[in-house]
């Protein structure tokens, strides 16, 4: 059975994309730690992101470097982080979290609550910086 993200890729679910290639697709985390919590994803489904070929594995952590940049010029932060966990969910990804202090990285804090146009809004300034 599909991944919830590679139904997210099929257009199966719908997200808040950012960006997207042939090989990679970025996207906001709907239970964000900070505002512009985004995932960044190979379309390839594979469980472990160290089992992803050298050049996927590469083209990813270079994906989200791009994304990492677009997401600093429209979220207010001191630095977007990285992390990779990857017991969420059985696909390979890359969390790319804005923080302005170590208190805000941290999986275990309660989840930004944002509507439905708040992750638009944010979203579409990802998008634009790009």
């Known amino acids: 059975m599909a991944s919830i993200f ?12 950012i960006a997207e290639d042939d090989r990679y697709f970025a996207f906001l985390d709907i239970n964000p730690v900070t505002r512009g919590h985004t995932l960044v994803i190979p379309k390839q489904e ?19 470097k791009k994304v990492a940049h677009a997401i ?4 207010q932060c001191e630095r977007v982080t990285m992390a ?5 969910v059985p696909h390979a990804h890359i ?27 944010i979203a579409a300034n990802i998008r634009k910086n790009f």
């Open 95 to 121: 969390h790319l979290i804005p923080i302005n202090s170590m208190r805000e990285y941290s999986f275990a804090n309660p989840k930004v609550q944002l509507s439905k146009e708040e992750f638009e809004e």
């Open 6 to 17: 590679t139904r997210i890729i099929n257009g199966e679910i719908p997200c808040y994309k």
């Open 46 to 64: 594979t469980d472990n992101i160290f089992d992803l070929e050298d050049d996927l594995l590469g083209g990813l952590h270079v994906f989200a």
């Open 84 to 88: 990779v966990v990857g017991l969420e």
């Open 72 to 75: 600093d010029k429209a979220v």
